[in-house]
């Protein structure tokens, strides 16, 4: 079956450390997108890519790092620069042309620092 | 840049029906979708208007008129499985088909 799969579900990390939160895809799908979500709020966009090796930054990149190097691969690194990282992780997918812009997300990676 | 305001909350009783009014602003515009969220899950796509009108998809019904840079989303016949949070997104053409979500109208059925 077609779809997005991210990994983890859940993960915990400790002060000062990076992580990377994985997200795969075999829709064939040219974009890819990375949200924040925080409790009770909206989805903050961090990175999104439209094309393997290139990608821009979102409303809030700061703290965060990605690459595409496949185009079924979008893995976000959450570095310790990043100061309050505990939030709900989702990555989505979709096709790149003008009319059509259902994405699909994955199930999400709740991310908590301990 | 872009941004979209849509209310925080809604509350109606089983079937009712609620409007959702999103209002966005954006340079390169690839048109108006929404999309559902239960609790702890991910968000869903509902509908999508690329052009002015109204859309129908069964009990709920999207609305765009790009002249007022406006949409609404129509839930009829509400039933308490629509007790859900609903996000409208505009894909901006001139920045490289950015995707941006509004902050999300949480919607509570009762009985």
């Known amino acids: 079956d077609g779809g997005i799969t991210q990994s983890p579900k859940y993960l915990f990390r400790k002060e000062g450390q990076n992580v990377t939160l994985s997200c795969e895809q075999n829709l064939n799908h040219d974009a890819m997108y990375w949200y924040r979500q925080d409790p009770g709020q909206g989805l903050r966009l961090i990175y999104y890519s439209q094309i393997v090796n290139d990608f821009q930054k979102g409303d809030i990149a700061e703290g965060y790092s990605v690459s595409r190097e496949k185009k079924e691969s979008f893995p976000l690194t959450v570095t310790s620069a990043q100061k309050n990282p505990t939030a709900f992780y989702l990555c989505a997918s979709s096709y790149s042309v003008e009319g059509i812009t259902e994405a699909f997300f994955g199930q999400g990676t709740r991310l908590t620092v301990v | 840049g872009q941004s979209l305001e849509q209310p925080s909350e809604v509350t109606a009783v089983e079937g009712a029906i609620v409007q959702i009014n999103c209002t966005y602003q954006?340079?390169?515009?690839?048109?108006l979708s929404w999309y559902q969220q239960h609790d702890g899950g991910a968000p869903t796509f509902l509908s999508y208007n690329g052009l002015d009108g109204l859309e129908e998809t069964g009990r709920f019904s999207s609305f765009l008129s790009r002249s007022d840079s406006y949409g609404y989303l129509l839930l009829q016949e509400l039933q308490m499985k629509d007790s859900a949070s609903y996000f409208c997104a505009v894909r901006d053409g001139a920045a490289g088909n950015k995707l941006t979500f509004g902050g999300g109208t949480r919607v509570l059925v009762k009985p």
């Open positions: 954006t340079s390169g515009f690839y048109g």
